[in-house]
């Protein structure tokens, strides 16, 4: 089974995310943070990976660390999980329509983080939520993940939507990315030799 726990301890948060990348999309998320469990819940679901997460962070300061840490450790997990990545697919794009919103995702899991993040909100805040940290997450996720991953929202007027729009397509691109290619069973998905 390809499925990784990983622990992080730091003056600012402890967090455990345990990943399981041929699960159904199950699914228990507590970070103290209600909009970005909800968000976490969407990329659990959407890509299939089963996903706990249970972060205790200093949120009487913000949400930052917590969300910023919680990308670090769901990065680390992956890395973990999908171990030399042998058999996988490595690719994975998604365009997510949601009501006002279509949002496009484009990954590969090279091992070359880089983030290209062409997402804008137009609300400072989704509730008490600040939109900025959607970029954040993602900027820890890719690069802690090994991900190239480009997010761009090609349409969208509602903040709600866009951050959740953008939550399912790289959950959707992620699902494509992670999942065993029969045509490449035991074969490395790269001609350099080493991903």
């Not at 968000?39 to 910023?68: F, N, Y």
Request: proline share 3%.
């Amino acid at each position: 089974m390809r499925s990784a726990t990983i622990t992080r301890k730091t003056a600012e948060t402890q967090i455990e995310v345990t990943l399981n990348l041929d699960g159904t999309g199950a699914y228990d998320n507590q970070t103290g943070v209600g909009f970005f469990d909800h968000m976490l819940d969407q990329l659990s679901r959407h890509s299939l990976i089963d996903m706990t997460v249970q972060a205790k962070g200093d949120l009487h300061i913000d949400d930052h660390h917590t969300v910023e840490d919680t990308g670090i450790a769901i990065g680390q997990a992956l890395t973990r999980a999908l171990g030399d990545k042998t058999g996988i697919r490595r690719y994975g794009s998604f365009h997510l329509a949601m009501d006002d919103t279509l949002v496009r995702a484009a990954l590969d899991l090279s091992a070359r983080p880089y983030l290209v993040w062409n997402v804008d909100f137009p609300t400072a805040k989704i509730g008490s939520f600040d939109t900025e940290l959607v970029r954040e997450f993602f900027q820890a996720l890719a690069t802690h993940g090994g991900i190239t991953l480009h997010v761009d929202r090609l349409h969208g007027i509602n903040s709600h939507h866009i951050a959740e729009a953008a939550f399912k397509a790289v959950a959707r691109a992620l699902r494509e990315a992670v999942e065993p290619d029969p045509r490449m069973a035991g074969v490395l998905p790269s001609t350099k030799g080493a991903l």
